[in-house]
């Protein structure tokens, strides 16, 4: 079950540090545990200033590792594929690392230069039925 969006304004980009991030952008997020060694990658949904005046929270659905799937990595796995999931979680802006970017398999072998933050995805990842599955194109 998807955790409830924090009550706010919700606003379609905010500055962070010297980037600014917006509805849609993929970020890197600061794993919140020792046992994570490798950034979270997130797609923005939401951005919301809580009513409080707290930390604003980021509304993100997650992408997976093939090796953090359910069935693991398999040979056909590229280094740099995602799998998007049907998982959504709130974070705290102050976890984001940097942006990065998710794109189509198509559009991620038509980039003439590949760059740390550069992935792809292929697949969408079920957690709940731990299944994967091809995504439309």
Known sequence: MAPKIPKGQKLSSTQYEA?????HDCVLINPDSSQATIPYVGKIVHIIQPDDDNDIQLYVNWFYRPEEAFGGRKTFHGEKE???????????LKTVI??????SLPKYQELKKIEDGDYYARFTYRVSHTSTQQMAS
């Open 19 to 23: 980037d600014t991030v917006s509805v």
């Open 82 to 92: 995602l799998f998007i999931s049907d998982h959504f979680d709130v974070c705290s």
């Open 98 to 103: 940097s942006k990065c970017r998710v794109l």
